[in-house]
């Protein structure tokens, strides 16, 4: 059975920086994509950074610049590095994985960020 368990959220500061991890246990292969997405408080899910297949990377315009997204296909994790942070960053951070017939969702890890 596949799990996904991500780590690295907390509290900060407006300006500063934080790194989030995903790691996948469980026989999984075939990945297309690996990416964070997520959910403010009374909003909906959105993508923050995925990589696909094939090394493209796509970042959501608000945090273009500032997050950096990087998969290690060997090991099957995928970090999103976030510096710069925002108040409007403040949010569950989600990881998911996408293989040929579904997907796979971490449980998800909260970041505020404080002004």
């Known amino acids: 059975q596949v799990q996904l368990v991500e780590s690295g959220g907390g509290l900060v500061q407006a300006g500063g920086s934080l790194r989030l991890s995903c790691a996948a246990s469980g026989s999984i292969s075939n990945i297309n994509a690996m990416g964070w997405y997520r959910q403010a408080a009374g909003k909906q899910r959105t993508l923050v950074a995925v990589v696909i297949s094939g090394g493209k990377i796509n970042y959501s315009n608000s945090v273009k610049g500032r997050f950096t997204i990087s998969r290690d296909n060997a090991k099957n994790t995928v970090d999103l590095q976030m510096s710069n942070l925002e108040p409007d960053d403040t949010g569950v951070y989600y990881c998911?994985?996408?293989?040929?017939?579904?997907?796979?969702w971490g449980q998800g890890t909260r970041v505020t960020v404080s002004s």
């Open positions: 998911r994985i996408v293989v040929p017939d579904r997907d796979y």
